[in-house]
């Protein structure tokens, strides 16, 4: 969205508040502006991060004035670059648009899921975001994620035997964690860089009496996706519960 101070508003009382009361497996998910980032990274680094690795993309494409020679309206052209990096490399379920105006609508973006948000009515348009959210992530469907199909496609044997045995355990858990045969040692190091396993941090491996206690791993979120579709073999691999709290 454009970062104009006649915008903040509509942020900081409709959109956020709209996307905070949206919990996804109990955890409440949280609105990511560029400008407003503490991580020290360029403003570039932030936004391709965020696009790349987000929930959802969500764009304020409402027209920001007039050009004074055509008469022709135009919208914040870095929100409109943005948006064609987010639908570059998303699934359309994954990017909303939004605008407050009546104006021919651009050819390009027509078919993306948009919707007329009138802000001058602040709980209407705070529902109205708030469930145009929740449709779109209902319809998320990550066989088709191309961070999955990539970790999918690089799997050696010894990769998919690990995640064989991984695969009846819950992903978000350490309690459910299992062990990993060390046999399979050769391939741990690539599940890891991966990141489709990650090392439960609860079990320390202990040298007792030349004994080692075997360090125990679990599945990532990427992970569990990945098992669903190789392991397991199912057709819904989605579970996900969402919830809001409007």
């Not at 009382?13 to 949206?22: E, Q, S, T």
């Not at 020679?69 to 919208?75: H, P």
């Not at 998320?140 to 799997?155: E, H």
């Amino acid at each position: 969205m454009s970062f104009h101070e006649q915008y903040e508003q509509r942020f900081s009382d409709i959109i956020a508040p709209a996307i905070r009361a949206l919990e996804i497996n109990g955890v409440s998910l949280q609105p990511t502006r560029v400008d407003l980032s503490k991580t020290g990274d360029s403003i570039l680094t932030d936004i391709m991060d965020g696009i790349a690795h987000c929930h959802l993309f969500l764009a304020d494409l409402s027209t920001v004035g007039k050009d004074e020679v055509s008469g022709l309206i135009f919208r914040n052209g870095n929100v409109m670059y943005e948006v064609g990096l987010a639908l570059a490399c998303r699934q359309p379920s994954e990017v909303l648009l939004i605008r407050d105006d009546q104006d021919k609508f651009l050819f390009d973006v027509s078919t993306i899921p948009h919707k007329h948000i009138d802000f001058s009515e602040e709980a209407k348009a705070k529902k109205e975001i708030n469930t145009a959210l929740i449709e779109r992530l209902k319809e998320q469907d990550f066989r088709f994620d191309a961070r999955v199909q990539k970790a999918i496609s690089s799997l050696s044997f010894q990769e998919h035997a690990i995640l064989s045995g991984l695969g009846s355990y819950d992903a978000f858990t350490y309690e459910e964690a299992t062990t990993v045969n060390f046999a399979h040692m050769e391939a741990i190091p690539r599940l890891l860089d991966k990141q489709i396993i990650t090392m439960v941090k609860k079990f320390i491996p202990v040298n007792k009496e030349k004994q080692t206690k075997p360090i125990a791993y679990k599945l990532t979120p990427l992970g569990y996706e990945v098992v669903q579709l190789v392991v397991s073999d199912k057709s819904s691999v989605s579970k996900v519960s969402i919830k809001s709290t409007l």
